[in-house]
């Protein structure tokens, strides 16, 4: 979606630039006709005095943006057309049009004498006859507060500027060489960071995961190419919890953050790891991307990516550089293994959790009701070792 919006002064050309606009397939609202429609509501007369009066009453009773929220009302409808937004009056209702992605504002302008001459040449019955009634009207309609006409306001607010002191050739070239401007940026905005762009793969390849709990994602880059990829997953060749058809670790009751040897699955970062090396390829130097999401009951949630201890260690050994990890909101937050290294040097790790805010419960497990729980899931876990022993045996 693009809304190009316009305001301007008197006969500056603003329609011109509306119906080019239409004429290259946008759609064409004005915030005028929401008044118009407002009189024809009303069975009143529509006159430039009733259209201004109206407007201000309008913004008075409902909120000085009601007129850019019932335009955006009809946009909401058609999404993915493009539009241009005209008779923009109020500092509001650019305050509520740039809440849409990629809204523009331009401000038409020209001379006054030349607007005063294209005035005499259209000939309108209620048109400012003289020069000084031409600004009087203008200032008129160029309030500071309140409810009435801010045009003053309007145009400071637009970032983009059009003289329209030629010809309408002219004109039409400024306008394409506008368009031209206007994709630049929407290709600027679009484009992701370095970052977000590599997390984006990481969440993609999470997707491949064969984990019932979570789906993790990793990608190792050096000298910026991608030079590894590893999701949670079981070992080659052996079944998952997929083809299982259930969790082991949820069905012997352990609790998140503990016991990870008692997981079919190596996690994200491990596999990454793992497959440079069986590829013979060096991550000294490299930074390790990493996004996670959780799944329960068939809801997906993002969280607060940070590598597990052993992960961790892995990293620290394997000489990578930085640690790229996604948080839960849509933002990122980087680490450095340096730092890492240093502050376990100082302090021991159990400290860490506290320092990433990752909820491992490393000290959890020292609680005597978890030791408790511990033996219960190690018995647990020899239970069913065993009875999948005998189950093989019999078999065989």
Not at 273 to 281: D, F, T
């Amino acid at each position: 979606m693009i809304i190009i919006g316009l305001t301007g002064s008197y006969c500056s050309g603003k329609d011109l630039v509306a119906q080019y606009l239409v004429d290259k397939g946008f759609i064409h609202f004005s915030l005028s006709d929401m008044i118009r429609e407002e009189l024809t509501s009303r069975n009143k007369q529509i006159t430039r005095d009733s259209l201004i009066k109206t407007g201000n009453e309008l913004r008075k009773n409902y909120g000085n943006g009601v007129l850019a929220k019932r335009a955006i009302e009809k946009i909401n409808q058609n999404p993915s057309a493009r539009y241009v937004i005209s008779s923009i009056r109020h500092g509001s209702e650019v305050e509520t049009l740039r809440k849409k992605s990629n809204f523009f504002l331009v401000n038409v302008d020209a001379p006054i004498k030349i607007r005063f001459d294209r005035m005499n040449e259209r000939a309108r019955e209620n048109d400012p006859q003289t020069l000084v009634e031409l600004r009087a009207s203008e200032k008129r309609e160029s309030q500071k507060k309140g409810s009435a006409q801010q045009l003053g306001i309007v145009r400071k607010l637009a970032k983009i500027n059009l003289i329209n002191d030629k010809n309408v050739t002219i004109l039409q070239k400024k306008l394409d060489n506008l368009l031209n401007d206007i994709n630049v940026k929407l290709v600027q905005r679009s484009r992701p960071s370095k970052e977000q762009y590599y997390l984006n793969i990481s969440k993609s390849i999470g997707s491949r995961g064969t984990c019932l709990s979570v789906q993790f994602g990793a990608v190792i880059v050096k000298d910026d190419q991608i030079i590894a990829t590893g999701y949670v997953g079981s070992p080659r060749k052996t079944q998952s919890c997929i083809e299982r058809g259930f969790c082991l670790r949820r069905k012997l009751g352990v609790p998140s953050g503990h016991r990870y040897e008692i997981c079919r699955s190596a996690h994200a970062e491990m596999n990454a790891i793992i497959n440079a090396a069986r590829a013979g390829v060096s991550l000294l130097g490299g930074d390790i991307y990493l996004y996670g999401e959780r799944i329960h009951e068939g809801q997906r949630t993002p969280i607060d990516m940070h590598p597990c201890f052993i992960c961790k260690k892995l990293i620290i050994n394997a000489g990578l550089n930085r640690v790229i990890c996604s948080r839960a909101d849509g933002s990122f937050i980087t680490h450095t293994v340096e730092g890492w290294i240093k502050d376990w040097q100082k302090q021991d790790m159990l400290d860490d959790r506290f320092q990433y805010n990752a909820n491992y419960g490393v000290k959890d497990v020292l609680l005597p009701e978890v030791k408790k729980d511990n033996k219960t899931i190690f018995k647990k876990t020899n239970n069913v070792l065993n009875k999948n022993s005998k189950t093989i045996k019999k078999k065989k």
